[in-house]
């Protein structure tokens, strides 16, 4: 076998076996933070790592850093994703950046030319997903300074077992901290521009805004049946209305150049009992925009819209914490870096934004980042039928390994 086969081989293998742990039986994986399923994974990705020479080590709030030193002394890059899934969840998300990252290391450290500038850290972030524990991109928050330390260990899932006291039951917890001079990310699209277009890369230009918002809708329990209609305060109605106005926001506010997208993920209610009128819905709802005047205008309908469903449903509603981020450009010169790294190689490729938040919407904000994406079969994804070829994720590898060789020379930023 020539040497490029055997590492196509290898990263293939290595992507399989990653994904056995947490499998479902519908092809996807269940590995929400810091479950045993997700230990599993972190604990395989650290043998992984650790055959290849990494030294692997653990933050205060459970970011697993794998370290590979070129140069004695340099500072470091991150390439990094997280191994944590929604419910259910596909293979793909997060999981294939992790270990492409890996790969990518490894090739360019067996394959250096010239005298690197750097070492690498491959960093698996502990809960991108924020569906065990919220909000999402918790490990990055806390890297790059958004939210402190201590919050999110004293954070409860909803059995009230803390995210310090889940760290700690995986074994995956530590005191290490690392400075970083530059970010590299790469992910599945999630949306379908890449397909359609027929391209292979997608080099990401910018973040959409997004609002997520934990909203409760207060009410009174009573009997379905006994209580007559002007005496409810029927928190399932209220929350329900909530729901379809979030859409009709998005209808309303989307323009030709701008889109507005607004979703209920999750929709708690109490006590949820047949015949008994909800006392309270928890539910959490997000609206997100190229565009900040835009996502603003939406947002401030949705608010409208509150006020509007406590008066005519007869319900009060609080909104709990709140998730922002904005839109905003990754850095230009790391765009350009990967287009020409995408061109040197054949690789067809294209300028997209992404919908989705990843640890590199983080990451963008304290060091220059470059975010990269492979395609997803019809966009499908958070399922189990999520989907990327073969082909598309070995492109997406050679990619990542020629741009981390080019950042590692310092191409990109400087030591
Ligand atoms: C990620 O956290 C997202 O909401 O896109
Ligand atoms: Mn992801
Ligand atoms: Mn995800």
Request: charge should be negative; hydrophobic fraction near 45%.
């Amino acid at each position: 076998m020539t040497t490029q086969t055997l590492q196509t081989t290898s990263f293939l293998t290595d992507f399989r076996s990653m994904s056995t742990f947490g499998a479902t039986p519908g092809g996807g994986v269940d590995r929400q933070a810091a479950t045993s399923a997700d230990g599993q994974t972190r604990n395989w990705f650290r043998g992984l790592v650790e055959g290849h020479g990494f030294e692997v080590r653990y933050d205060q709030v459970g970011n697993q850093f794998a370290l590979l030193e070129l140069v004695p002394g340099a500072p470091y890059i991150a390439i990094g994703s997280h191994l944590d899934s929604q419910p259910l969840g596909g293979r793909f998300d997060g999981a294939y950046g992790v270990l492409a990252g890996a790969h990518a290391a490894i090739r360019v450290a067996s394959l250096l030319t010239s005298e690197p500038q750097f070492n690498i850290a491959v960093i698996n972030w502990f809960n991108e997903e924020g569906c065990r524990f919220k909000p999402s991109m918790m490990g990055s928050s806390v890297f790059t300074g958004k939210i402190p330390a201590e919050q999110v260990l004293a954070t409860t899932d909803p059995s009230g077992t803390s995210v310090r006291e889940a760290l700690e039951a995986i074994g995956t917890i530590g005191d290490f901290s690392l400075d970083v001079a530059a970010y590299l990310e790469i992910h599945i699209e999630q949306g379908r521009s890449l397909e359609d277009d027929g391209l292979t890369i997608g080099l990401v230009e910018s973040t959409w805004g997004a609002n997520k918002y934990e909203f409760v809708v207060h009410g009174e329990q009573a009997h379905t049946g006994a209580t007559l209609i002007a005496d409810r305060q029927d928190a399932l109605l209220g929350a329900s209305a909530l729901v379809v106005a979030a859409r009709e926001v998005a209808d309303d506010y989307s323009t030709d150049e701008h889109m507005v997208i607004t979703s209920c993920g999750e929709f708690n209610v109490f006590p949820n009992s047949p015949v008994v009128v909800a006392s309270r819905v928890n539910l959490l709802v997000d609206v997100r925009s190229t565009d900040a005047a835009v996502l603003a205008a939406a947002d401030a309908e949705l608010h409208r819209r509150v006020s509007l469903i406590e008066q005519r449903f007869n319900v009060r509603i609080s909104q709990g914490a709140s998730h922002i981020w904005a839109s905003k450009a990754y850095d230009a010169a790391g765009l350009a870096l990967a287009a020409s790294c995408a061109s040197a190689l054949g690789l067809p490729h294209g300028v997209v934004r992404t919908l989705a938040g990843h640890d590199s919407t983080n990451m963008k904000d304290i060091v220059p980042t470059i975010m990269l994406f492979v395609p997803s079969a019809e966009g499908i994804s958070h399922n189990e039928r999520e989907f990327t070829s073969d082909a598309d994720m070995l492109a997406g590898v050679d990619l990542l390994t020629e741009v981390v060789s080019r950042v590692v020379a310092g191409e990109f930023v400087q030591p």
